[in-house]
């Protein structure tokens, strides 16, 4: 079983940045993907950013269309952690963040939410305008 943890959700004025982080702990490394989902008020889920550690240097990496040129997906292997640096921020990236984990080979790109078998608890990311 994998715990992931999330850490560096709050509050920011548009334009503003935040860095979000999530560690795995558990069978951590028997874990293939790490990624982001994010869901707003009234919203479905949806993904934000992936990669897979393993490969993070061949450029398995997704990035949604919304957040390309802004957000940076990066990991830490020896850490186990997975963070997300989110810049130039705007009002609608305002949701709940979630760190998720595939244990098994997917496809990263569109990050199809049944791929992803164990979540964090979410942390709250809120920009205000």
């Known amino acids: 079983q994998v715990q992931l943890v999330e850490s560096g959700g709050g509050q920011v004025q548009a334009g503003g940045s935040l860095r979000l982080s999530c560690t795995a702990s558990?069978?951590?490394?028997?874990?293939?993907?790490i990624g982001w989902f994010r869901q707003a008020p009234g919203k479905s889920r949806e993904g934000v950013a992936c990669?897979?550690?393993?490969?993070?240097?061949?450029?398995?990496?997704w990035y949604a269309d919304s957040v390309k040129g802004r957000f940076t997906i990066s990991s830490d292997n020896a850490e186990k952690t997975v963070y997300l640096q989110m810049d130039d921020l705007q009002s609608e990236d305002t949701a709940v963040y979630y760190c998720?984990?595939?244990?098994?080979?997917?496809?990263?790109?569109?990050?199809?939410?049944?791929?992803?078998?164990?979540w964090g608890q979410g942390t709250q990311v809120t920009v205000s305008s």
């Open positions: 998720a984990a595939a244990d098994k080979l997917i496809r990263i790109a569109g990050m199809w939410r049944d791929d992803f078998t164990s």
């Open positions: 990669i897979v550690p393993s490969e993070a240097s061949l450029g398995s990496i």
């Open positions: 558990g069978f951590a490394k028997d874990l293939y993907a």
